[in-house]
Structure formats: C-alpha cells, structure tokens
C-alpha cells in the first residue's frame, strides 16, 4: 500500500512548484496536515512523498529570494522549507494542470528514502560509486591520458587515478 494513500489523494492538492509538464513537485494539505510529492530531484533519495507532517501553525507563500521568486514554507514563525521554484496556488491551475499533478500521486506512492537511514546510506554508497566511474571517465578522455594510453601504459586508469 502507497504511503498515506488516505492524504495524498487528488482532492488533497494545494498547488506545484517547477513546469508542470516535466514532474513539478505537488503539495497537498487537509487540515493542519500537510507534505508534498517530489518526482524529480538531483538527490535520488529526495524523491517521493513526503513525511506527512501536522502542525497549526503551518503556512507558505512565494517570497522574493536571491533573485527569483521562491515557495517558502513556515512553522512556527520559522522557514522550513525553501523551494527551488515559485508555487502555483490550484485556483490558478489550468484546465488540465490538476491531472499532470494527479500523476505524481501514481508515480510515486513511497515515503521519500532520505527517510529510511539504510536506503540512505545505499544510495549514498550508490552515488560514491557512481562519481568514482565518472571521474575514471573523465580521466579516460582527458588528454593527458590519451598520451599516457598511446605510449603504451598498461594501466590507464591505475597509473593517473590516486
């Protein structure tokens, strides 16, 4: 069963943050309940649904920030969460822009992984690999190697890498 498939639910969206048509992030509240669905995110372990969090106080607004204009969302008088884009509130939604956040809904039915400390650190693990492969890459088509690789070095990548 999808994390809180009784709070995310289509009836439950507040708005999205990013292009509508390429995975925004949906916000949703009822009540003092509240949280979002990231469907696309540098950080693999930052995508998914939010933990679902219940505060009366809770409360969010686009604010001007750094030279663009920026959800920001509040507990308690203090900043939470700062967005990477502005929101677009559902009474500003096109005629079809609550289906495109519906589908998040469907696409991402698990609790963020960042939440769970092992799937964390796997994917953290997975990311050190996954940068080690790009950097031997990198070294493979730099030229300084290339020089290295035609006088005949046996190994390429051993004999640059540390």
């Given at each position: 069963?999808?994390?809180?498939?009784?709070?995310?639910?289509?009836?439950?969206?507040?708005?999205?943050?990013?292009?509508?048509?390429?995975?925004?992030?949906?916000?949703?509240?009822?009540?003092?309940?509240?949280?979002?669905?990231?469907?696309?995110?540098?950080?693999?372990?930052?995508?998914?649904?939010?933990?679902?969090?219940?505060?009366?106080?809770?409360?969010?607004?686009?604010?001007?920030?750094?030279?663009?204009?920026?959800?920001?969302?509040?507990?308690?008088?203090?900043?939470?969460?700062?967005?990477?884009?502005?929101?677009?509130?559902?009474?500003?939604?096109?005629?079809?822009?609550?289906?495109?956040?519906?589908?998040?809904?469907?696409?991402?039915?698990?609790?963020?992984?960042?939440?769970?400390?092992?799937?964390?650190?796997?994917?953290?693990?997975?990311?050190?690999?996954?940068?080690?492969?790009?950097?031997?890459?990198?070294?493979?088509?730099?030229?300084?190697t290339a020089r290295n690789f035609s006088r005949g070095a046996d190994n390429v990548i051993g004999s640059v890498l540390p």
């Open positions: 069963m999808a994390y809180r498939s009784d709070f995310y639910t289509m009836q439950n969206i507040i708005g999205y943050t990013g292009n509508i048509n390429l995975f925004p992030t949906v916000y949703f509240q009822r009540g003092r309940e509240y949280g979002h669905i990231t469907q696309a995110h540098i950080d693999p372990t930052n995508v998914g649904r939010e933990q679902v969090e219940n505060d009366p106080t809770y409360r969010f607004d686009n604010y001007y920030i750094g030279g663009k204009i920026t959800l920001v969302e509040w507990e308690g008088g203090e900043p939470v969460h700062v967005s990477r884009n502005a929101i677009i509130r559902r009474e500003f939604f096109g005629p079809m822009d609550i289906y495109n956040c519906g589908i998040a809904i469907y696409r991402c039915q698990e609790k963020k992984k960042m939440y769970d400390r092992v799937a964390s650190k796997q994917d953290e693990k997975h990311q050190r690999v996954m940068q080690q492969m790009m950097h031997k890459f990198e070294v493979l088509q730099s030229p300084r």
